[in-house]
């Protein structure tokens, strides 16, 4: 009877402090004011979006990934970006985007 106690102790003391290595994929968003519906106001706001989404991955201690979308409003931008928590492969940096350019 002591063994299988001392097993289940060693077991539970093992698998208790074992915990799976998971990365955090998330979504995260940003909103702007859009001022009217110019290419210039949209530009701004865009750029404005993203970097709010982009701060806020970083605040959180995530790395962002790729724009996944945007809503243009009829007064405001909303952008989602994907982030994680991931290191960047060696390669993944220096990798060519689908248009052929390098980071």
Do not use: C
């Not at 605040?59 to 790729?66: S, V, Y």
């Amino acid at each position: 009877m002591k063994r299988i106690g001392g097993f289940v102790l060693a077991l539970v003391l093992v698998l208790g402090t074992a915990a799976p290595s998971m990365a955090q994929l998330t979504s995260i968003t940003g909103t702007a004011p859009l001022a009217d519906q110019s290419e210039d106001s949209l530009q701004s706001a865009l750029d404005q979006a993203v970097g709010q989404a982009v701060d806020r991955a970083v605040a959180l201690g995530l790395r962002p990934l790729e724009l996944e979308g945007a809503i243009v409003g009829p007064d405001y931008v909303l952008v989602r970006i994907l982030a994680t928590d991931t290191e960047p492969e060696p390669d993944e940096e220096t990798a060519p985007d689908m248009a052929g350019n390098t980071a």
